[in-house]
C-alpha cells in the first residue's frame, strides 16, 4: 500500500487516533523547548562586542595609550 501525505489522509489518520496525535504534538513542543534550550542559549547575551576595528574603537584606544586608560576603568 503506498503511502499518501496529502493533507487529507493526514487528517484522516488523525481524526482515527486523536490521543495519539495529542502525543505527538506535546513529543514536538518538548523537543522544540529543549532545542531552544540547549541552542538558544549561546545566542543570547548582553555583552557587547566589536567584531572588527571600527574607527571610534581605534580612538578609543589611541587615548587609553595617550593618557594611561580610563578612571574607573581598571
Do not use: C, H, Y
Not at 36 to 62: C, H, I, M, W, Y
Request: no cysteine.
Amino acid at each position: 500500500m503506498p503511502m499518501n501525505l496529502s493533507t487529507e489522509s493526514i487528517a484522516r489518520a488523525s481524526s482515527r487516533r486523536p490521543w495519539v496525535t495529542i502525543g505527538i504534538w506535546v513529543a514536538i513542543f518538548v523537543v522544540a523547548i529543549v532545542l531552544v534550550g540547549t541552542l538558544l542559549e549561546d545566542g543570547l547575551t548582553t555583552k557587547f562586542v566589536f567584531t572588527g576595528s571600527p574607527e571610534a574603537q581605534r580612538g578609543l584606544k589611541l587615548q587609553e595609550d595617550l593618557r594611561g586608560g580610563f578612571p574607573g576603568t581598571n
